[in-house]
């Protein structure tokens, strides 16, 4: 089985202040895990993938993931944050193999305050 | 590339008629499609997978009858909600997955439900 908990419902930030929003993974399975972005009334937009190759992970607009399985932890994070990064974020897990759904977290909301 | 498109992005019925949405993988062929509902600030919810060719794997709790599902080609798969109620009314976003197995989704910019 797998699940997904993102530790926070809702984090506000400055403008130009850091972003950590965080996810712990359980997975009975070796996983892929995702980072996901929506706008309001939108689809999702993939911001990173992390599938056993280097644990930390780059991904667009200056979004990077630590997997580190010693704490089951894929927590995202940008070192200084946009108005424009104001979304809700939803952490993913999956089996590597392909075979198991995609399971979502509950979703972050994400605010910059100016 | 890897552009998921979905038709109408918004619609509004009046109870008991059917609604058509339809998924489309723009510039590549889909295996495998998913329809997944979200509440107003909740999650994403999987509905089905869909596979070209072969019958929709329904979600425990996922009426079959009410949502009916489509794959017909590897660029193409339809959901039909049947007489809509306003419980029905949500988001309901595709996904379409380049081959089998892959864990990698690409998703549609999602549909706005609303029954009257």
């Known amino acids: 089985a797998q699940s997904v908990t993102q530790l926070d419902s809702h984090v506000s930030v400055s403008e130009g202040t850091p972003v950590l929003l965080r996810c712990n993974y359980s997975?009975?399975?070796?996983?892929?895990l995702f980072w996901y972005v929506q706008h309001p009334n939108k689809g999702l937009q993939l911001l990173l993938k992390?599938?056993?190759?280097?644990?930390l992970v780059k991904g667009i607009n200056g979004f990077e993931a630590e997997f580190k399985k010693s704490e089951t932890s894929f927590h995202l994070t940008k070192p200084s944050a946009h108005m424009s990064d104001a979304a809700e974020y939803f952490c993913?897990?999956?089996?590597?193999?392909?075979?198991?759904?995609?399971?979502f977290g509950k979703g972050t909301r994400l605010s910059v305050i100016a | 590339g890897a552009v998921v498109s979905q038709h109408p992005s918004r619609v509004i019925c009046k109870s008991g008629t059917s609604v058509k949405i339809e998924c489309r993988s723009l510039?590549?062929?889909?295996?495998?499609m998913f329809w997944y509902r979200q509440f107003p600030k909740q999650s994403l919810m999987l509905m089905a997978t869909?596979?070209?060719?072969?019958?929709?794997?329904?979600e425990q709790g996922v009426e079959k009858d009410k949502f009916l599902i489509n794959h017909a080609s590897l660029t193409l798969s339809t959901l039909t909600v049947t007489s809509a109620h306003p419980e029905d009314s949500s988001f309901y976003i595709c996904?379409?997955?380049?081959?089998?197995?892959?864990?990698?989704?690409?998703f549609g910019p999602g549909t706005r439900l609303t029954v009257l």
């Open positions: 869909s596979n070209e060719g072969s019958k929709a794997t329904y």
């Open positions: 996904s379409a997955s380049i081959r089998q197995g892959s864990d990698t989704q690409y």
């Open positions: 993913v897990v999956s089996s590597s193999s392909g075979n198991t759904p995609l399971v």
């Open positions: 997975s009975s399975y070796s996983p892929s």
């Open positions: 992390y599938t056993s190759a280097a644990t």
């Open positions: 510039d590549f062929q889909a295996t495998t």
